[in-house]
C-alpha cells in the first residue's frame, strides 16, 4: 500500500483560494482551525492523487478515520486533531463528514445533476464552515447560512478547476443535465478554451451559485465574535467577486483567481460596510 505522506500535494493552507486561519480569526481559534486543515489537506491529497488505485485511497482514508475515532494511531494528523477535538468537547462529525466526500471523490466521477452536487457539498464543504463555528462556539442557527456560503465557494472552485479536474482525474463535477441540455458532453472540458455552449453552463452555474450567495449574505452580521465575521464577510467579497467573474470568463482559459493583491484591496474596500452592518446590527 502506498504511504500517505507519498501521496501529498504539498499544498498548505496559505495556498488555499480562500482564508483558512487568517490572521483575523482569533489566536486561541486557529490551532483547532489548522489541526483540522492539516488533517482534512491531507484526506484531500489521498483522495485526488492521480494515480494511486482506488482501493488503495479508500484503504487509507479508513485508516484516518480510525486514528480520529480512537481505534488507531497510525496518523499523526488523526491523532492530533482527535486530541483538539477532546480537549474543547468537539465533535469529531464534522471531519468525518468530509471523509465521506473523500470517498465519494473516489468512488464517484459524474453529478446528474444540480441537486445531486448540492448533496456532495454538504459533506465536502459545509462541515469546514460548520467546524469553524462549533471553535467559535457559535451557534448551530447559522448552519444553513454557513451551509449556503459553503456551498457556494464549492461551486466556484469546481467551476473554477473544471479542465484541470477532467484531464487530470477524469473527474467533472459539472452536472450532467446542465451539459445534455445544452447539446455537448465531457470531452468539451478537455479543449483549450471553452466553446460558446460550455461558457454558456458555466455561467448558467454560476448564475445559481450567486442564489447560494444571496442566502448566505446575512451570515457574517449574525455572527457574535468581530474577528471570525470580518473573516467570513471578507470570504464572502471574495466568493461574490469570483463568481463574477465566472459569469464572463472562460476558466479553461482564462485566470478566474485572486492575487493576493486583489484581496486586500476587496478587503479593504468592504470594511466601510462591514463597519456599517455591524453597527446596524448592534442596534
Not at 486561541?28 to 489548522?34: D, F, M, S, W
Not at 485511497?57 to 477532546?86: I, P, Q
Not at 471553535?135 to 459553503?150: K, Q, R, T, Y
Given at each position: 500500500?502506498?504511504?500517505?505522506?507519498?501521496?501529498?500535494s504539498?499544498?498548505?493552507?496559505?495556498d488555499?483560494?480562500?482564508p483558512?486561519a487568517?490572521?483575523?480569526?482569533?489566536p486561541?481559534?486557529?490551532?483547532?482551525?489548522?489541526a483540522?486543515?492539516?488533517?482534512?489537506?491531507m484526506a484531500?491529497?489521498?483522495?485526488?492523487?492521480?494515480?494511486?488505485?482506488?482501493?488503495?485511497?479508500l484503504a487509507?482514508?479508513e485508516?484516518?478515520?480510525?486514528?480520529?475515532?480512537g481505534?488507531s494511531?497510525?496518523v499523526?494528523e488523526g491523532?492530533?486533531?482527535?486530541?483538539v477535538?477532546a480537549?474543547?468537547?468537539?465533535?469529531?462529525?464534522?471531519?468525518?463528514?468530509?471523509?465521506e466526500a473523500?470517498?465519494r471523490?473516489v468512488?464517484k466521477?459524474?453529478?446528474?445533476?444540480?441537486?445531486?452536487?448540492?448533496d456532495?457539498?454538504?459533506y465536502s464543504?459545509?462541515?469546514?464552515?460548520?467546524f469553524?463555528?462549533?471553535?467559535?462556539?457559535?451557534?448551530p442557527?447559522?448552519?444553513?447560512?454557513?451551509?449556503?456560503?459553503?456551498?457556494a465557494?464549492?461551486?466556484?472552485?469546481?467551476l473554477?478547476?473544471?479542465?484541470?479536474?477532467y484531464?487530470?482525474?477524469?473527474?467533472?463535477?459539472?452536472?450532467?443535465d446542465?451539459?445534455?441540455?445544452?447539446g455537448?458532453?465531457?470531452?468539451?472540458?478537455?479543449?483549450?478554451?471553452?466553446g460558446?455552449?460550455l461558457?454558456?453552463v458555466i455561467?448558467?452555474?454560476a448564475?445559481?451559485?450567486?442564489?447560494?450567495l444571496d442566502?448566505?449574505?446575512?451570515f457574517?452580521?449574525?455572527?457574535?465574535?468581530l474577528?471570525l465575521?470580518?473573516e467570513?464577510?471578507?470570504?464572502?467579497t471574495?466568493?461574490g467577486d469570483?463568481?463574477?467573474?465566472l459569469?464572463?470568463r472562460?476558466p479553461?482559459?482564462?485566470?478566474?483567481?485572486?492575487?493576493r493583491?486583489?484581496?486586500v484591496?476587496?478587503f479593504?474596500?468592504?470594511?466601510p460596510g462591514?463597519?456599517?452592518m455591524?453597527?446596524?446590527?448592534?442596534?
Amino acid at each position: 500500500m502506498s504511504d500517505i505522506a507519498a501521496l501529498q500535494s504539498g499544498k498548505g493552507h496559505k495556498d488555499e483560494n480562500f482564508p483558512v486561519a487568517s490572521v483575523l480569526i482569533a489566536p486561541r481559534h486557529r490551532p483547532p482551525v489548522l489541526a483540522f486543515y492539516h488533517f482534512v489537506r491531507m484526506a484531500d491529497d489521498v483522495a485526488d492523487h492521480p494515480t494511486a488505485p482506488a482501493d488503495e485511497k479508500l484503504a487509507l482514508l479508513e485508516t484516518m478515520r480510525a486514528s480520529l475515532e480512537g481505534e488507531s494511531d497510525a496518523v499523526r494528523e488523526g491523532v492530533t486533531l482527535r486530541a483538539v477535538l477532546a480537549e474543547r468537547d468537539l465533535s469529531p462529525v464534522h471531519a468525518l463528514d468530509l471523509l465521506e466526500a473523500f470517498r465519494r471523490d473516489v468512488t464517484k466521477s459524474r453529478y446528474a445533476g444540480w441537486d445531486e452536487l448540492i448533496d456532495y457539498c454538504r459533506y465536502s464543504a459545509m462541515p469546514v464552515g460548520r467546524f469553524v463555528l462549533d471553535v467559535h462556539g457559535e451557534s448551530p442557527a447559522l448552519w444553513p447560512a454557513n451551509d449556503a456560503l459553503c456551498a457556494a465557494l464549492q461551486v466556484i472552485n469546481h467551476l473554477q478547476d473544471c479542465g484541470k479536474d477532467y484531464r487530470t482525474l477524469n473527474r467533472v463535477y459539472i452536472p450532467e443535465d446542465a451539459l445534455a441540455a445544452a447539446g455537448i458532453g465531457v470531452e468539451a472540458l478537455a479543449a483549450d478554451r471553452a466553446g460558446p455552449a460550455l461558457r454558456d453552463v458555466i455561467a448558467g452555474l454560476a448564475g445559481k451559485t450567486a442564489g447560494l450567495l444571496d442566502g448566505s449574505r446575512p451570515f457574517a452580521g449574525a455572527i457574535r465574535d468581530l474577528r471570525l465575521a470580518l473573516e467570513v464577510d471578507l470570504i464572502q467579497t471574495l466568493a461574490g467577486d469570483l463568481n463574477r467573474m465566472l459569469m464572463t470568463r472562460d476558466p479553461l482559459s482564462q485566470p478566474v483567481h485572486h492575487s493576493r493583491s486583489d484581496a486586500v484591496r476587496l478587503f479593504l474596500a468592504r470594511l466601510p460596510g462591514f463597519a456599517l452592518m455591524r453597527l446596524k446590527n448592534r442596534r
